[in-house]
């Protein structure tokens, strides 16, 4: 799976934007370095407290899908607590090539065990929520958690982009092979290629 286009991901201005944000962001069109920056008290917080975050998204869950929920609860725990623990320290490192890298192999995940993309999606909301005590305590004052919370949800936009495109871009991949296994078989059973048209034309054919 390729990654995101760089161009797309990151801009070839690598310098970090004025407070006026006269340039364009660096990240997906939405985050600047020190919008990154800004959110390290609560991402280092994020981490440190990674088991009780994970516990608190996977009751949510449970909560929201119950019985309609795809992943057991073993499963939820592998594959979100792997990318809580990745992706945190992709953004604590500055490595959005790792933070991308992690985030296009949850969705190919998600789509291999066979997540519904509209539960994919509620999942990332649920995250967010489950986040919301740790950025309330990393905030002085009522205006800095209004900086912090669109800050955070901005970045969960971009966690949300990459995704998409991972899930989707491996469901065409899969699509394509399996199009294209059916059309071997099809040479194997028809070899004689005025058979397969003709075959081709039988099924195409309604009835009167």
């Not at 500055?94 to 933070?99: A, V």
């Not at 509209?118 to 205006?143: A, G, N």
């Not at 469901?171 to 071997?184: G, I, P, Q, S, V």
Request: net charge negative.
């Amino acid at each position: 799976m390729s990654l995101v286009r760089h161009d797309i991901c990151i801009s070839q201005d690598n310098r970090m934007p004025p407070e006026t944000h006269t340039t364009r962001p660096r990240y997906f069109h939405l985050l600047w370095d020190e919008e990154i920056e800004r959110l390290r008290e609560v991402l280092q917080a994020l981490r440190t407290g990674q088991a009780d975050v994970l516990d608190r998204w996977y009751q949510l869950y449970s909560i929201h899908f119950g019985e309609a929920a795809t992943l057991s609860q073993r499963e939820f725990y592998s594959i979100y607590g792997e990318d809580i623990e990745q992706t945190t320290d992709s953004l604590l490192q500055n490595d959005m090539k790792r933070f991308v890298v992690t985030l296009q192999t949850v969705g190919e995940l998600l789509l291999e065990r066979g997540v519904p993309f509209r539960e994919v999606i509620s999942c990332l909301h649920l995250f967010e929520e489950s986040c919301s005590t740790l950025v309330e305590q990393h905030s002085t004052s009522e205006e800095e958690t209004v900086h912090l919370v669109l800050t955070f949800d901005k970045l969960s936009h971009c966690r949300t982009i990459v995704l998409a495109e991972a899930y989707f871009e491996t469901m065409r991949a899969r699509t394509t092979t399996r199009t294209h296994a059916l059309e071997r078989e099809a040479v194997r059973l028809a070899p004689d290629p005025h058979t397969r048209q003709h075959f081709h034309g039988i099924v195409g054919h309604s009835a009167a």
